[in-house]
């Protein structure tokens, strides 16, 4: 389901409304009056991240294995 802008030329109301994107767009203004309706572009509010969030450690790739440094002798 998404939510769309519709602008009504008969009464100049702005309304959002909701319905699935397999649906046509509306033709009539939801206030009964018999006019056009024109659905707008609207600014939507993309993603929104529900929850008690996002953390470093959720997706941290794995530690390079360590390696020995130059300051420590190498055993032979």
């Known amino acids: 389901m998404a939510t769309y ?6 009464c100049g109301k702005d309304f959002e409304h909701v319905q699935s994107m397999k ?3 509306l033709t ?4 009964g009056e018999k ?3 024109e659905r707008r572009i609207s600014a939507s509010a993309g993603i929104i991240f ?3 969030g ?5 997706y941290k790739k794995e530690s ?4 020995p440094s130059k300051s420590e002798p190498s055993s032979t």
Request: charged fraction near 20%.
């Open 23 to 25: 649906e046509d767009t």
């Open 64 to 67: 390079a294995p360590a390696t």
């Open 35 to 37: 006019g056009s309706v």
């Open 5 to 10: 802008d519709y602008h009504c030329h008969t």
């Open 50 to 52: 529900k929850g008690s």
């Open 54 to 58: 996002f953390y470093v450690t959720d």
């Open 28 to 31: 009539e203004c939801l206030c």
